[in-house]
Structure formats: structure tokens, C-alpha cells
């Protein structure tokens, strides 16, 4: 029997990760289970939060560092007001497709702003971690070539150097190993079935944790 309370399960990744495919298999799994399920995504996930993220991916706007991380936070606090607390008070799951780990990872690791201003804004304009976070992690490399092949032109973030994302990456391992009972971390160079049967198993064991008396 599903759980009464609501859960905020977050995605995380850096370029090529495979996300996507990876959000499908969680939501089937989350539905399946008997759960009603919020999707989201960061930046956006509103409507103010759609118009910032058309803002920081523009490659057209050169924007600082601490303009990027306020627009982020700004676009977080509406998405957690409007569409996060609500959802998880009527105890939905809400499933996220990147969360404040990002800002940690981009801002703080790729971008070298302070991680203890991070920690502030969330505690200020958040308020809540996930409660359970995946990280589909994959070598840089492997990953900038498998989003190139889509054909898609490189959003702003996107154009950063290869040791932007090295650094993006050494944040988000830094994270999972500190906070090993919240970020579970799946091996994001197997074949996609092999991805997608990880993501899985850790949120059914999530889960199970989750629904205990």
C-alpha cells in the first residue's frame, strides 16, 4: 500500500546522462506502486520558472556567475511555493528532473562560487532537500559526445569547456559521498537497460524505506 506522505525524488547528471530515459522508467515505477505523481523539472517547471530557464540557456546573454545562481534560486523558490509543497501535502510523489544538488554542482563546483552560499539560499528561499536524490554518473567525455550526436544546438551551459563539467562532476561525487543515505549513484556508462534497472532497484529500495511503519 502506497505511503500518505509525499516524497521529493530528484534526478541529477551532468551532459548525456541519459535523464530522460531514466524519468520515464522512475514515473512508471512510482505510478505502478499506487503513487500519484508531480513531474517538474529545474530550472522551470512554471511559468515564471519556463521564462527564466529560456533566460539562462540562452546563449545570447552572458550572464555572471551570481546572476546565474540568483536566477536559479529565484526559479526554484517559485516552482517549491507554487507546484512542490502543495503536491507533496497532498502526499503525491514529486519527481524532479535536477534540484538544488544542481546548483551545488554548476554554480559551486563548475561556476566556483561559494558552496556555503549555496547552503544559505537554500535554507532560505528552499527550505527542503530531496528525499531521496538519483545521480547518473558518466565520464565527461562520453557523455559531451553522446549530447552532441543529438544535433540539437548547444544551449549556453552547454558550451562550457570540458573542465567545467569536470568540475560540475567532481561536485556531484563529492555530494553523493557525503550524503550516501539521501544520493544514490547509478553507473550511467552501462547499456541504457542496465541504467534504467539501477535507477529502479535504488527507488524501489527508496521506497520500501519510505513506506515503513
Same mark, same amino acid.
Given at each position: 500500500? *502506497?505511503?500518505?506522505? $509525499?516524497?521529493?525524488?530528484?534526478?541529477? $547528471?551532468? &551532459?548525456?546522462?541519459?535523464?530522460?530515459?531514466?524519468?520515464?522508467?522512475?514515473?512508471?515505477?512510482?505510478?505502478?506502486?499506487? @503513487?500519484?505523481?508531480?513531474?517538474?523539472?529545474?530550472?522551470?517547471?512554471?511559468?515564471? #520558472?519556463?521564462?527564466?530557464?529560456?533566460?539562462?540557456?540562452?546563449?545570447?546573454?552572458?550572464?555572471?556567475?551570481?546572476?546565474?545562481?540568483?536566477?536559479?534560486?529565484?526559479?526554484?523558490?517559485?516552482?517549491?511555493?507554487?507546484?512542490?509543497?502543495?503536491?507533496?501535502?497532498?502526499?503525491?510523489?514529486?519527481?524532479?528532473?535536477?534540484?538544488?544538488?544542481?546548483?551545488?554542482?554548476?554554480?559551486?563546483?563548475?561556476? #566556483?562560487?561559494?558552496?556555503?552560499?549555496?547552503?544559505?539560499? &537554500?535554507?532560505?528561499?528552499?527550505?527542503?532537500?530531496?528525499?531521496?536524490?538519483?545521480?547518473?554518473?558518466?565520464?565527461?567525455?562520453?557523455?559531451?559526445? =553522446?549530447?552532441?550526436?543529438? $544535433?540539437?544546438? *548547444?544551449? =549556453?551551459? %552547454?558550451?562550457?569547456?570540458? %573542465?567545467?563539467?569536470?568540475?560540475?562532476?567532481?561536485?556531484?561525487?563529492?555530494?553523493? *559521498?557525503?550524503?550516501?543515505?539521501?544520493?544514490?549513484?547509478?553507473?550511467?556508462?552501462?547499456?541504457? &537497460?542496465?541504467?534504467? @534497472?539501477?535507477?529502479?532497484?535504488?527507488?524501489?529500495?527508496?521506497?520500501?524505506?519510505?513506506?515503513?511503519?
Amino acid at each position: 500500500m *502506497a505511503s500518505t506522505r $509525499g516524497a521529493l525524488i530528484s534526478l541529477e $547528471g551532468g &551532459e548525456g546522462a541519459g535523464k530522460t530515459t531514466v524519468l520515464v522508467a522512475l514515473r512508471a515505477r512510482l505510478e505502478a506502486r499506487g @503513487h500519484d505523481v508531480v513531474g517538474t523539472r529545474e530550472p522551470g517547471g512554471t511559468p515564471a #520558472g519556463e521564462a527564466i530557464r529560456a533566460l539562462l540557456l540562452d546563449p545570447a546573454q552572458p550572464l555572471v556567475p551570481n546572476t546565474e545562481l540568483l536566477l536559479m534560486f529565484a526559479s526554484r523558490a517559485q516552482l517549491v511555493e507554487t507546484l512542490v509543497e502543495p503536491a507533496l501535502a497532498r502526499g503525491d510523489m514529486v519527481l524532479a528532473d535536477r534540484f538544488t544538488d544542481a546548483s551545488f554542482a554548476y554554480q559551486g563546483g563548475g561556476r #566556483g562560487l561559494p558552496m556555503g552560499l549555496i547552503a544559505d539560499l &537554500e535554507r532560505a528561499f528552499v527550505g527542503r532537500v530531496p528525499d531521496f536524490t538519483l545521480l547518473l554518473d558518466l565520464d565527461v567525455q562520453a557523455g559531451l559526445a =553522446r549530447a552532441r550526436s543529438r $544535433g540539437a544546438p *548547444a544551449d =549556453r551551459i %552547454e558550451r562550457e569547456k570540458d %573542465e567545467f563539467f569536470e568540475r560540475v562532476r567532481g561536485a556531484y561525487r563529492a555530494r553523493a *559521498a557525503a550524503q550516501p543515505q539521501r544520493i544514490a549513484v547509478v553507473d550511467a556508462s552501462q547499456p541504457v &537497460e542496465a541504467v534504467v @534497472h539501477d535507477a529502479c532497484a535504488a527507488l524501489e529500495a527508496f521506497l520500501d524505506r519510505w513506506s515503513a511503519p
